[in-house]
């Protein structure tokens, strides 16, 4: 894989995801790999205007996929602030590092917004009132996955 670039990794990755992981995560962490590859189709790097463009690329395949809005409690709750936080760095003219770890501080603030969310959408909209008080699971592995790539940048 060391040789191939971003786009076939991305799609590859989402492909993985889309044939093997269960439940709603799967083809909705698989669609934002399938979407963001094509933003990032033959790129052996990118700066940071252009992982702006390729995450805001796979957020747009998500929400057309599941159909969220804010305040679901879903991981666009997540992901929306992150490529919020991305585009205004890139505007700033932050590098990457810097932008990743200010994108994963918005990641933990909005995992932690959605605690006190009624679920509207996925299994945890079954909860009704009781999905409120707990962080929700999309949100937090955006988290995660965001927090990880900050690390690999810094």
């Excluded at 937090?140 to 940048?153: D, H, P, Q, R």
Aim: glycine share 10%; net charge neutral; charged share 20%.
């Amino acid at each position: 894989m060391a040789d191939k670039d971003i786009g076939f990794i991305l799609k590859n990755t989402g492909m993985t995801l889309l044939s093997s992981v269960g439940g709603a995560s799967g083809p909705l962490f698989g669609t934002f790999f399938i979407r963001a590859a094509q933003a990032a189709n033959a790129k052996q790097s990118l700066d940071l205007a252009e992982l702006q463009h390729m995450m805001q690329e796979g957020v747009e395949g998500v929400v057309m996929r599941g159909k969220a809005e804010p305040g679901d409690k879903t991981m666009c709750d997540a992901w929306w602030p992150v490529v919020g936080s991305l585009r205004q760095s890139a505007q700033q003219q932050l590098s990457v590092a810097q932008a990743l770890q200010r994108a994963a501080e918005c990641a933990q603030q909005a995992v932690e917004a959605t605690i006190a969310m009624q679920a509207r959408k996925g299994r945890a909209s079954y909860l009704g009132e009781r999905s409120i008080g707990h962080q929700d699971p999309g949100a937090t592995s955006v988290m995660l996955m965001v927090k990880t790539l900050a690390e690999i940048a810094a």
